[in-house]
Structure formats: C-alpha cells, structure tokens
C-alpha cells in the first residue's frame, strides 16, 4: 500500500474531486473532525453506557467521554507516525493531517454501538439467534442473517457515517474516504468472520469496497481486505484508553483500593520511573490526584511504546501481512502489566454487580423494543391498528417503503442501535404501559 493512494480528501457521495482547502483556515480533515463534534449520533454518546452505570453524584466514562479521550490519543498517535513518515515521504503534504484523521476517527468509533455498554451488540444479537426473530431466518440470505445475529457496533459505525437515511445527503456523512476506511478494524463482512466481529453490514458493502479500492487498499486471497495502516493507530488509541480509564473510574466508584491501582499502575514502569513517582508524591498529596498522575503516565508510555511496534512492523503493515494488534505485540514488562489490568478488569470490574445489573437491563429493553417494532414493521395488515401506532413511533428517517425483509428489520434495527439508554428505558416504560407522558 502507497500513502500517496491511502490518504485521500475525497468525500463519499460527492461528484467531484476535493483538494486541499486553500484559503480557509481547515483541511478537508479537519472539516471530517468538525462534522462528527457537532452531529447529532456524536451527542447521544453522553447518554450511552460505556461501562458502568451513569451515577447521579460520581462522574465515570460514558461514550462521549470515552471517545473524546480516545481521540486525544490517537491524535498523538497519528502525529509521531506523521514525524516519522516525513523522514521517507517529504513530497506528500498530506502526510501532515494523520494526526487529525486518526483523531476523527477515533471520535466516531463508537457512533453505531447501541445502548446499555458493551451487553447491547449482544442483546440485538440475542433476539435473532434466541428470541422470537428466530422466525426471519428463512426469508434471509446467510450474510442478511449474520448481520444481525452477530450484530457488531463497528459495522454499525461505519453505516451510521455513510448510508443515506431518509431526508439526509448521499454519503450520509460526506467524510473522506480515509477517515472512513480508518474506522473499520474488521474489513470483511459476517459470512467471512471466524468471530463475531465484522467491518460493514450487507447493505453497505459496495460503499466500503469502493472506499478500499480507490484507497489502494490490499486485498487478501479469499477476498477481504487488509486494514488501512491507521486503523492500527485508531484501535490502539481504543485499547489504551478503556483498558486504562475503566480502572480509574473502578477507583472512584470503590470497586478497587488505591493500593491496588497505584501497584497496577506502577507495573508499567522501571524502578527508576517509580522513585520519580514517588519524589512528585511529597508533594501531590490526594489520592485522586495521584492515581491520575499515574494514569497519565502508563497512556504516555503505551503511545510510545505502540508507535515503536509500528516501525518495527512497517513493511508487513503497509503489505497487509501484519496480524494482531499494535497492543499485542507491547514488549516484555508493558505486556505482563497489561495482562494483569485486562485479567482484574474483566475478573472484577466488567463482573461487578452495578455492570452485571445494567447489561440484564439491557437485554430485556432492547429486546422488547426489537420484538415491538420488527413486528409491526413485518405485518402486512393495514387493518392493524397497534402496529400501526407502534411504527408511528418510528422516526421518518428510518423508515422505509422496500418489500425487502432485510431492509424492513434493518430500519428497526439502525432505530433501536441509535437511542440513549435514557430513551430506550422511557420508551419501553411507555409501550409496557409502566409509565404514560404527563402521568407521575
């Protein structure tokens, strides 16, 4: 791959070729990183779960917060990588805006992941493979069905940045097709995942193919295609930051001592880094402050120590050979650091009872609604008075006039995967008949 091809202002669902702007005071990256911070999908994020429940008096991580910090990362990420690359590719001025471009996408990462955290992929996956959307799957082809029984916020990211909606713009954002193709860490779709982790749905696959194409992105011998190199830089932002800020927020919460995080922490550095700590501790007394201290050091360190891999691994990621993760690959006292932090997190944290709670939560919200929707979107009978009223409930821009069976319970789907927990619950109090408007 060729960072003369890879890096491209040109805009999905625009006629003409985009260059540099000239005379204004943003690049045609830029302007990518501006649509996200003031779209709608990117404010809803403040009421989506990342991990923990949003509480009333501790501040924790929702999904704004979470994709705002992982782009403060993958902005540094993507400016060591422009440093390096200027030393090989002086000619190319587009090199200059890696760092934005890693940034806007590592800030719409996140944009198609449904409510309630991480259970929410799981629960719409749930009521096609479990509950009663079991009944479609005749009436679907295979990759229509892995769509949505392997349902991934991913793929379901980068439809939200370009399928055109009812009333909205072809390209759907308009982003350049380098942002775009930066955002897809899985760049194959389900019927060729070996897990449950895809990069496009059916419907948006000829989108992402000419994206990868006109990029010159390689292709791999069984069709797919290797990743873009910044989607190394974006998926290492995102491990960096959840792996390192889920323990600051398990520490404020009260679900893991000071001790125990500052050892956890410190696991990452040389005793020699450790007394430096220890000296700025005389005089950083709080506990809070220190534990953020640390914090902020352990992400500096994977920045570096993740670049680094890069340049190791160059020639095999820009081939499309390089397999893994950037964090895969940390050397010897980062990765059996990191091990430790990813065996409490998922032993401690992402088992804790308030995560556990809101994840149960979550299946029951989304399914209900699924089931609400998905059938009365599939009744043919116009006589129908409730499912009538349920789809008046559907907003114009997702719904749709196609006979396909796909399409009908994809709208319902794009629906259900866009709203906050706060609106998922209240309109599922609604529909239940546990709450009415105006009634207390």
């Known amino acids: 791959m060729d960072w003369s091809t890879l890096l491209s202002p040109k805009r999905l669902g625009s006629k003409g070729t985009l260059g540099p702007v000239t005379n ?53 990420l993507g400016n060591l990588l422009s440093e390096y690359l200027l030393e090989i ?21 996140d944009l198609g992941n449904p409510p309630f955290g991480h259970s929410g992929e799981a629960a719409i996956s749930n009521y096609f493979n479990k509950a009663s959307g079991q ?12 769509d949505f029984t392997c349902f991934d916020g991913n793929a379901n ?14 390209g759907g954002f308009a982003l350049t097709y380098s942002t ?71 520490f404020k919460l009260g679900i893991l001592h000071y001790d125990r995080i500052r ?25 809070n402050e220190q ?4 914090r902020a050091n352990v992400i500096g360190e994977l920045i570096y120590r993740c670049i680094d891999i890069f340049k190791d691994n160059y020639d095999a990621i820009m081939a499309g050979t390089f397999a893994g993760s950037l964090i895969d690959q940390l050397p010897g006292k980062q990765a059996a650091a990191m091990k430790e932090v990813q065996c409490i997190s998922f032993g401690e944290i992402y088992a804790h009872r308030s995560v556990v709670e809101i994840e149960i939560a979550g299946y029951k919200i989304i399914g209900t609604l699924l089931e609400e929707f998905v059938d009365a979107i599939m009744n043919t009978d116009k006589k129908d008075k409730y499912s009538q009223k349920i789809l008046s409930l559907l907003p114009g821009q997702f719904k749709t006039d196609e006979d396909s069976v796909y399409l009908k319970i994809q709208s319902v789907v794009d ?14 109090r609604k529909i239940k008949g546990i709450s009415l408007p105006g009634v207390v």
């Open 415 to 428: 629906f259900v995967s866009g709203m906050t927990d706060i609106f998922a619950l209240d309109l599922y």
């Open 135 to 146: 009944k479609f799957k005749d009436q679907l082809s295979e990759g229509e069905w892995k």
């Open 180 to 250: 775009l193709a930066s955002i897809v860490k899985y760049p194959y779709e389900s019927v060729k995942a070996t897990k449950p982790k895809f990069g496009f749905f059916q419907s948006d696959k000829e989108n992402y193919y000419h994206i990868a194409n006109e990029l010159g992105i390689a292709k791999r011998e069984d069709g797919s295609f290797a990743r873009h190199p910044l989607v190394y830089l974006v998926e290492a932002a995102d491990d960096i930051c959840y792996q390192i800020m889920d323990l600051e927020d398990a």
């Open 24 to 76: 204004e005071d943003r690049t045609q990256f830029q302007r990518d990183y501006d649509r996200i911070i003031f779209s709608s999908p990117f404010r809803r994020m403040q009421n989506k779960t990342q991990v923990f429940p949003l509480p009333e008096h501790i501040f924790v991580h929702n999904r704004l917060t979470h994709s705002l910090e992982v782009a403060s990362v993958g902005r540094s």
């Open 263 to 287: 050892a956890l922490f410190q696991n990452f550095f040389t005793e020699e880094r450790i007394e430096r700590f220890e000296k700025t501790f005389t005089q950083v007394s709080d506990i």
């Open 89 to 109: 590719h002086q000619d190319n001025p587009l090199i200059h805006e890696i760092g934005t471009i890693v940034s806007t996408a590592c800030l719409a990462h």
């Open 291 to 294: 534990i953020s201290y640390l």
């Open 157 to 170: 990211a980068f439809r939200t940045l370009t399928h055109q909606f009812n009333g909205k713009r072809e």
